[in-house]
């Protein structure tokens, strides 16, 4: 969820690609987007990119220089200027790699802290969890049974979990900030991985930032939804009480959407930073469209329509009142 609103957005800001949690509730959860990590990842390739092309422009002019010189001696010559001009370009390339490496840690420290857990001084509780050292036996046992209920919770409604993202878990504001965390409770890491600060260690928050997860693992060939559709979803599947009824409720609805919700992830930050009820509103919309569409079975439908280039628009159907924007 992207929750906490303020401290949330400038979170998500600083650090494109993580998802904070949820608004509402104390701030919880999820955060966003995918679409930001989207974003970080292509900007990797084209750094490297770009370091390898201007390889191959010396190589191009190298090699022009070593045709034209024509006798042996000229061609040692021509093959050590050669060697020369690779070892600069090989040095240049690993001077770039690593000051685009370094960058990558200093500007989005979420990002280099779920790539190396150990390397910001986490250590594995179990398979895929990391936390920090010197945690009690009791609170190694309860972030074990939070991580636990919450996967179970994702994989009862998902019907199984395509992916074993990782969990960085921390059970202090220090450690969390040391990892790249801010204000939100937990955040989905470029919806790969999931991070959760000392006020987010329960299955409901952690659920929430798991389905994000398990969702965008499952949406194939590009395809995506409404950010109000992924934020509402996490909450039904965390089954959140602070904004939505309990399952047995002929409505879960708690705040029936009164006008258009957030698309974006720009728009989704904006509306929740102005109205907390925001993430109450789209979970009452998508727990409506999964009641009058079959439930469970309807999102995987939906999933696999969206795989195969159907439009979101075209495959989810909201009442008038409620039509998202976009
Ligand atoms: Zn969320």
Redesign the pocket.
Same mark, same amino acid.
């Given at each position: 969820? +992207? @929750?906490a609103p303020a401290p949330h957005r400038a979170t998500t800001d600083r650090r494109a690609g993580a998802?904070?949690? #949820?608004q509402g509730v104390p701030p919880?959860?999820? +955060?966003?987007p995918s679409r930001d990590g989207a974003h970080l990842s292509a900007e990797e390739p084209t750094g490297t990119k770009t370091a390898y092309d201007a390889i191959g422009a010396r190589e191009s002019h190298s090699n022009d220089g070593h045709t034209t010189e024509g006798c042996g001696m000229q061609a040692t010559r021509g093959r050590s200027k050669f060697r020369k001009i690779w070892t600069r370009s090989l040095a240049g390339l690993a001077a770039l790699l690593i000051a685009g490496a370094a960058g990558v840690v200093l500007a989005y420290p979420s990002v280099a802290a779920t790539t190396c857990p150990g390397c910001y001084g986490l250590t594995e509780l179990q398979p895929g969890v990391y936390t920090e050292q010197g945690l009690s036996g009791e609170q190694r046992a309860w972030v074990s049974q939070v991580v636990e209920t919450a996967r179970q919770r994702v994989s009862g409604f998902y019907g199984g979990r395509s992916g074993s993202p990782k969990l960085l878990v921390c059970l202090t504001e220090e450690c969390y900030q040391h990892i790249g965390g801010g204000k939100e409770r937990g955040i #989905?890491v470029l919806n790969r991985s999931v991070m959760l600060s000392p006020r987010g260690l329960d299955p409901v928050i952690a659920s =929430? &930032?798991l @389905? =994000?997860v398990e969702l965008h693992q499952r949406l194939s060939g590009g395809a995506d939804v409404p950010q109000w559709f992924? &934020?509402g979803l #996490?909450?039904v599947v965390s089954n959140d009480p602070r904004y939505l009824a309990p399952e047995s409720a002929p409505d879960r609805c708690l705040t029936d959407p009164t006008g258009p919700l957030p698309v974006t992830l720009g728009e989704w930050l904006h509306a929740a930073g102005q109205d907390p009820g925001t993430y109450a509103k789209s979970a009452c919309q998508v727990s409506r469209w999964l009641r009058q569409n079959g439930g469970r079975a309807a999102l995987h439908t939906l999933i696999k329509s969206l795989g195969n280039g159907g439009a979101f628009t075209a495959l989810v159907k909201v009442a008038p009142q409620d039509q998202p924007t976009g």
């Open positions: 969820m +992207i @929750s998802r904070p949690a #949820a919880t959860g999820p +955060i966003a #989905a =929430h &930032e @389905s =994000h992924d &934020e #996490a909450v």
